[in-house]
Structure formats: structure tokens, C-alpha cells
């Protein structure tokens, strides 16, 4: 899977579309591109199991969490945004069945399996209070170790834009796992329940954002799982992480930001990357176009081995690693031929692009103060 040699592909002749806003919602992003498996829908789609989906909703589950739903930007009102919510659940289901195709007539245990799902995510999302990743500074709160101690947040939606303006992440892991890393100190240790909170935080915000771009947007994920950036973190050796910008956080009585699940504070070492993946594939379904793992070392080839079969196979499919010097066959390759269609000027010089710098853990910081300013509650 993905360690062949490259392949020479031509690039994308679209250029890059500015994000703007349409009549239905949608963030100014070329649907085209993105075409959907024969078997899925959208929210504007004539679907007879979607339409049912929708009124079971919204007659049957939705009422069991008034008034609280209300104020969930995903879940809370009739709009596109939780149509679309909606239809990725129906096309998870679908896909699970051997992508059914849309019908004029409705599937019966089809839809009862998908309104299951919903009312368990909706049950989730109570619980979890996932409101409240919509709420204006619960980025720094979540992020920053001084008031959520052991998140070790390595990843984040940033500036950084397909051809047609879908959001791609990009993450650093050994930002979080090299313990042998300069500087490094017991208070960048990751704690388990803080951490998964905050990372649900940032795939929250991402599954708003790809919610807003488009019914069929789905964002892929760039995460460098080379060696630690020693050079560009030595340009801020003088102020430490990005996450201890507002103090470091404290190792005897580590803060944290609640709520948290009553499984979360007791799991470990690839116990916790398995939960992030569960709760990732369970309560955001058919958001995921790639994750492309750059620069994997055979340590990191041995450990993928492992947790790729913690995901259903649709997932798996989807998992791509890049050795340096296949950029072009996967960064910047068309989004038909699989690749994440970005343009080599905008993308980081650090993954092979032009553009700018990542700036050791900076981007991250960036990304926090971003999540911030486009908080809507």
C-alpha cells in the first residue's frame, strides 16, 4: 500500500477558488472534484431514505434532547449543515452494507440502523458537551497545558487549502511522542483524558468546517511522522512548546478542562490512539478523504501495522504513506486520482511545497488563535 515508487501524474490545471459563501450554504468548493461513491447522497439529493432519515429525526430523536440541541451548531436546527450530517450517518451505513444505491424507494432497516447510530451520537454529544469546542477561547482553554495539562495537541486545520478550498490538517507526532526531544520536560507528558479532549476538539472544528464547505467535502489529513524538527524548534528555544504559552502546566496537579468519559483517565500507549480512532470513525462518519503519513521510519511502519486494523476496511483504504520525493504523487496530484490537490506554492516547505514555513510547533499556535476567532458561540 503506498510504498511503491511513485508515480509521475500530471497536476491539476484548476486553479485555487476562493472560499465564498453560496445561496445553499456551500463555502465556494468544487464539488466536481470530490464526486461521491455511486451509493452516496447528499443533503439535496432526491432520496427516498434520506427524506425518511430526516423525519425520524426530527420527529422521533431530536425532541429527546430539546432543549439542550438546540444550541449544537451540528445537530441544533433544520439548516444544511445538520441535513449533511445526516447524509454522511446514511452513507456510513450504506457503504457498511455494500454501498446500497439511492432509491426512490426507502430501505426500512436501512434508515432504523442509521437513526440508531444518530441517537447514539446525539447521546455522545450530550455527554461530552461537544457545545461547548463551539464556545469563543475553549481553543486556548483545551489547548494550552496551564488549563488542560497533557494535551499534547501535534495537530490542526490551518491556512493550508486543497485547489478547490477544502481544509487540509497537518499534523507533527513527534511533537507529542519524542520524550528524548531538546527541551522536553514531565510537563509535555500526554495524559489521556485531557488529551483526547482536546483532540476531539480540533476533528470537531474540522467536521464543521467540511460541513460548511459542501454535502460531499471531505478533508484530508497530512501528518509528518519523520524525526522531530530540532532546527526550526531551536528558533524558540528561548519561549519552549507552543501548548506552554500561557505557563507550563503542572505535573502534580495537572488542570483540565471536563468533561471527560469515565474510560478515558485509565488508558495508555496505543490504547489511546485506538479510542481517538474509534471515536473519530463512530461520531464523525464519511468525513475523511486521505490521511497521508509522511516520512515513515520503520518504527513508525511496524507500529502502522498495527492500529490500521483497529479501522473498518473503507477506512484502511484510505490511509496512504509518502516517502520524501513522492510529493508529486500524492500532495499534489488531482483529487480524482486520489491525491489532496494542493498547489505546491501554498504548501509548507516542509512537505515538499513552496509556501511558508511550519515554524517547528508555531502553525499549531496559529491554528489555536484561528479556532478562536471563528468560534460561533
Known amino acids: 500500500m503506498a510504498e511503491d515508487e511513485p508515480q509521475v501524474l500530471k497536476s491539476s490545471a484548476k486553479s485555487h477558488k476562493p472560499v465564498v459563501a453560496t445561496a445553499n450554504g456551500d463555502m465556494g468548493v468544487d464539488t466536481a472534484v470530490l464526486g461521491p461513491p455511486s451509493g452516496d447522497v447528499d443533503d439535496s439529493d432526491d432520496d427516498a431514505d434520506l427524506a425518511e432519515l430526516k423525519r425520524v429525526w426530527r420527529r422521533d430523536i431530536r425532541p429527546r434532547f430539546e432543549p439542550e440541541i438546540r444550541s449544537d451548531p451540528i445537530l441544533g436546527s433544520d439548516g444544511f449543515i445538520s441535513d449533511r450530517f445526516l447524509a454522511r450517518f446514511l452513507n456510513a451505513e450504506r457503504n457498511a452494507a455494500g454501498g446500497r444505491r439511492r432509491s426512490q424507494k426507502s430501505d426500512t432497516e436501512l434508515v432504523a440502523r442509521t437513526a440508531q447510530r444518530l441517537e447514539e451520537t446525539a447521546r455522545f454529544r450530550k455527554e461530552y458537551a461537544c457545545t461547548d469546542f463551539h464556545k469563543r477561547g475553549m481553543a486556548r482553554r483545551l489547548i494550552m497545558h496551564a488549563s488542560n495539562a497533557g494535551a ?223 468560534a460561533t458561540l
Open 152 to 374: 499534547c495537541v501535534y495537530f490542526g486545520v490551518t491556512d493550508l487549502r486543497t485547489r478547490a478550498g477544502i481544509p487540509v490538517m497537518i499534523g507533527r507526532v513527534t511533537l507529542m511522542t519524542d520524550d528524548s526531544a531538546p527541551g522536553w520536560k514531565p510537563s509535555d507528558r500526554m495524559l489521556p483524558a485531557q488529551h483526547l479532549r482536546a483532540a476531539l476538539f480540533v476533528v470537531e472544528r474540522a467536521a464543521h468546517m467540511l460541513l460548511s464547505c459542501g454535502a460531499r467535502a471531505k478533508g484530508s489529513y497530512i501528518l509528518d511522522v519523520g524525526s522531530y524538527p530540532t532546527e526550526e524548534m531551536a528558533r524558540h528555544k528561548g519561549t519552549g512548546r507552543y501548548w506552554d504559552a500561557d505557563g507550563a502546566g503542572s505535573v502534580e496537579q495537572p488542570a483540565a478542562v471536563l468533561p471527560h468519559l469515565a474510560q478515558h483517565p485509565t488508558l495508555s500507549g496505543l490504547g489511546v490512539l485506538k479510542e481517538a480512532l474509534r471515536l473519530m470513525e463512530r461520531q464523525y462518519p464519511e468525513t475523511l478523504h486521505r490521511v497521508y503519513f509522511y516520512r515513515p521510519g520503520l518504527a513508525f511502519r511496524l507500529v502502522f501495522n498495527v492500529f490500521r486494523l483497529w479501522v473498518p476496511t473503507t477506512t484502511r483504504e484510505r490511509f496512504v504513506l509518502v516517502r520524501p520525493g513522492q510529493e508529486h504523487a500524492h500532495f499534489f496530484a488531482p483529487a480524482s486520482a486520489g491525491g489532496c490537490d494542493l498547489e505546491r506554492e501554498s504548501t509548507p516547505r516542509e512537505l515538499g511545497g513552496y509556501g511558508p514555513s511550519l515554524d517547528g510547533d508555531r502553525f499549531l499556535l496559529k491554528a489555536c488563535e484561528r479556532y478562536d476567532a471563528e
